[in-house]
């Protein structure tokens, strides 16, 4: 169902039925979501007034104010996950391991696990610039009842279950995927409701727009830096225009309505990359694919690779399809 302007509470219990496993149990973790991400809202919307307020209360001991953002949008997310007992386990880039969640009594009967990176794009907190939160879903492989393990969320993202970002810029928006096309939904802040602004969004096949930290060109792969010079050549419907905000949801979210390609490759000083598969690059990649584009690793999809670890890094390369594809020649050229 994609009614314009029905609102996320609505969507998501017309579209219950839709979910392949559906038992009520991944809806109540989306509303979840929802919830704490009006919290983390309210939290990035007043984070100038923090750092007033933190100032000017420095005798003050409540030291959470004090926080950094990034901090405490882990602490909400996980509060509010952990609190409405609706996942088993939780994994963060914010924290060194995954976190087992039990009730007092028993173990959970939880099938999901959440993965999140709280705040991404972090060095744009102080400079009042578009921030996101992106998180990941998975039903655990071990048996329910039993505590998680690292293997549930170890699991390559084509397992993933669904998928979202909420980009807290101009607006706010939760853009999410069970699997099902992508839908957006804006908040509106004054009575704090999300409505679907932007149903089944896709990404233009051609895009005309390219974001890559170019700080970095020296160290990047020829292909790579290949590819950014046809970028930039006059041929054609290029020269595209450069876009980089520093913040990968923002640059998805861009590059997805107006058509573009999002890079973070690996280089001579990063051989990894530097975004992290798990929190990061399977979430995008599934959003990414159901909206009609692609997003690889190098040769491979990102959504077949087996990770290894937790915090594990690749390089990562998403955004129009035929933008992807011609990236991927000038790579395969060089391998
Ligand atoms: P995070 O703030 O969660 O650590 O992620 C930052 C990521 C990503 O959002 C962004 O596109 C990229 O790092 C920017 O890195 P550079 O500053 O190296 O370009
Ligand atoms: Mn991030
Ligand atoms: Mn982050």
Redesign the pocket.
């Known amino acids: 169902m994609t009614r314009k302007n029905c609102t996320l509470g609505e969507f998501i219990i017309e579209n219950q039925d839709s979910f392949q496993y559906s038992s009520g149990e991944l809806s109540k973790l989306i509303n979840a979501i929802r919830l704490a991400a009006k919290v983390v809202n309210h939290e990035v919307n007043k984070a100038g007034l923090v750092d007033i307020l933190g100032a000017a209360g420095e005798t003050n001991i409540q030291g959470e104010d004090q926080q950094k953002l ?1 901090v405490l949008a882990n602490e909400k997310f996980i509060q509010t996950l952990t609190n409405r007992e609706i996942v088993c386990g939780i994994a963060s ?1 914010e924290e060194d391991d995954f976190i087992s969640i039990n009730s007092n009594d028993q173990q959970h009967q939880n099938k999901y696990i959440v993965l999140i ?8 907190i102080d400079v009042n610039v578009s ?2 939160t ?1 998180f990941s879903i998975y039903r655990r492989i071990t048996p329910v009842g039993t505590p998680v393990t690292l293997e549930d969320f170890l699991q390559p993202g084509k397992n993933q279950v669904a998928a979202g970002y909420v980009v807290y810029g101009t607006s706010t928006m939760l853009v999410y995927t069970t699997g099902d096309g992508v839908n957006g939904f804006t908040l509106n802040p004054a009575i704090g409701t999300f409505y679907l602004s932007h149903p089944n969004m896709r990404f233009p096949e051609d895009g005309r727009i390219y ?1 890559v ?1 170019e ?2 060109y020296v160290h990047f792969h020829q292909g790579v830096k290949d590819y950014i010079k046809y970028c930039q050549e006059e041929e054609g419907d290029r020269p595209y225009t450069s876009r ?8 998805f979210h861009r590059n997805m309505i107006k058509g573009g390609i ?1 890079m ?1 490759p690996k280089s001579s000083v990063t051989e990894e990359g ?3 598969l798990l ?2 690059c399977n979430p995008m990649a599934f959003l990414a694919e159901q909206a009609n584009g692609l997003a690889i690793g190098g040769k491979n999809r990102i959504l077949d690779i087996q990770p290894k670890e937790l915090h594990q890094r690749v390089p990562f390369f998403c955004g129009s399809k035929n933008m992807v594809l011609k990236l991927q020649e000038f790579l395969e050229k060089y391998h």
């Not at 980089?244 to 640059?251: C, E, N, R, T």
């Open positions: 990034d880039e990176d709280p705040l991404d794009g972090s060095s744009n921030v996101g992106i974001s930290n700080g970095n980089y905000i520093g913040s990968l949801v923002s640059d999002y973070y530097k975004l992290r929190y990061e």
